[in-house]
């Protein structure tokens, strides 16, 4: 697929965000700056969030609806975004509006500056912040988090955060392995660490969802997760020790 001249390409997984995906659409045409294409990852025709999209397309034209075409769940439905995407820049991000589109302003502007295969939005940075969601699940993140950062040497504090920002150009070199769910995300930071290239990172606020279920499975997921947890400190001992 050739490179589109429009900068940014936002993927969106969804399944049911019906009542979501509206007020998420126009949230980030209001605030995004630069030239973009919203596309909507919907696993499965009966989905809610289809009708509403159609809905809002005269007033969003940036957005577009695209089939997941790996089979369903959010892992698949990531990839076939980033996949589909032709823009110099692809960013992840969730459709329960728990990640604040006004941070997308910043991190394509650092992303610019800095070369950047990778822009995580952080939660742990100074200035970030986690509002609601379980404890646990919280805890755990932070932790393993801030113990790659600081002991692994992975150049964010916020690696597990799916709300990242991926130069095109990267995606292209590198073949996702992930089959659990939202380690995708750590899983690109780990392999780009790996490779030596600018890892970035602004601060964000994240809100737990209000409506709709979460389709987060820490425990089904926990394995693939520790994976590129543990991956993360032979990249960085060997970078240690070279």
């Given amino acids: 697929m050739m490179q589109s001249n429009t900068l940014l390409s936002i993927v969106i997984p969804v399944y049911n965000e019906g009542e979501n995906i509206k007020p998420l659409a126009l949230a980030i045409k209001k605030v995004v700056k630069h030239d973009l294409k919203i596309l909507i990852v919907y696993d499965f025709d009966e989905d809610n969030t289809i009708p509403a999209v159609n809905e809002i397309k005269n007033t969003v034209p940036e957005i577009k609806l695209v089939k997941n075409k790996y089979g369903r769940g959010a892992l698949n439905a990531i990839k076939t ?17 728990s990640d604040d589109p006004e941070t997308i302003n910043k991190m394509l502007d650092i992303a610019e500056k800095n070369n950047s295969a990778i822009v995580c939005g952080s939660r742990y940075m100074k200035g970030g912040a986690q509002i609601g969601g379980p404890f646990i699940k919280g805890l755990m993140s ?13 150049p964010t504090n916020d690696a597990t955060n799916s709300f990242k920002l991926y130069r095109k150009e990267f995606l292209n070199t590198v073949k996702i392995e992930s089959n659990g769910g939202f380690e995708l995300g750590l899983e690109l930071v780990v392999k780009a660490y790996s490779m030596g290239l600018n890892i970035s990172e602004v601060p964000t606020t994240w809100h737990d969802r209000t409506n709709g279920q979460s389709r987060f499975k820490i425990i089904a997921w926990l394995p693939s997760y520790f994976k590129w947890f543990l991956k993360s400190f032979s990249v960085g001992f060997k970078r240690i020790f070279k």
């Fill in 142 to 154: 932070k932790t393993a988090c801030l113990i790659m950062h600081y002991f692994a040497g992975v």
């Fill in 81 to 97: 975004g980033l996949e589909y995407a032709n823009t110099k820049y692809a960013l992840v991000t969730m459709a329960d509006m």
